[in-house]
Structure formats: structure tokens, C-alpha cells
């Protein structure tokens, strides 16, 4: 599934990165410790967080990350922004909770 279908599907806001829509996705890592997901996060994954700092873009361009979900409304700080344009790794939002939007997304990708 790509990253555009999700976006589709689950009605999400696309802020930036728009060149990564068509990025596939291979599954979700949820987690707002940036350690945690650069240890154990996997190439090909949507990372479900809170963080909204440039720093995320710098675990998502290492990892190969399909895209990031930012939860509960909050939005990327403008250099955040900027770099996932750089990157191509898009940034979405959701109003959701992190568990909601983690189980919305599991639910897509294993039917």
C-alpha cells in the first residue's frame, strides 16, 4: 500500500513531502522516543509520533521511513517542514490519538 492510499483512506492531512506520497509502506512504528525508533524502526515503516522538531526528519531520512504521522493535531516546526520536502519524506497529521491512529493504520495494512 502507499503512502497516498493511507492518506486517502484515513482522511489524513498531507503538510509537506508531497514527492513521498507515492512511497510504499511496509508497515508502522509508533513510538515518541527518537532513540527508539532509530534502533528499532524499519525501512519502508509510517512512524506514528507526537515529535514535531527537524530532528525527526533526520531519524526518518536514516531509517528510509515511508512517511510520519504526527498525532493529535499538532503540526512540523517550519525547518521540519522544510527539510521533509528536501527528503521527500512526507509529513501527515491526524487528530487522532496515537492508538487510534496506530490501530487504523494496522487494520490497513493487515486486513
Known sequence: ???????????LKVFSGTEGL????????????LSD????SE???IWVTLQTHKNVM????????AAI?????FEPE????AQSNIEGIPMLGTE??????????YNLLHP
Open 1 to 11: 500500500m502507499k503512502v497516498k492510499d493511507i492518506v486517502d483512506l484515513l482522511g
Open 22 to 33: 507515492n512511497r510504499e509502506v511496509e508497515g508502522g512504528y509508533t513510538s515518541d522516543l
Open 37 to 40: 525508533v532509530m534502533g528499532h
Open 43 to 45: 525501512a519502508g515503516q
Open 58 to 65: 533526520a531519524i526518518a531520512s536514516l531509517k528510509e521511513l
Open 69 to 73: 504521522v504526527l498525532v493529535k493535531g
Open 78 to 81: 517550519p525547518d521540519c517542514l
Open 96 to 105: 487522532d490519538e496515537s492508538f487510534e491512529i496506530t490501530g487504523k493504520i
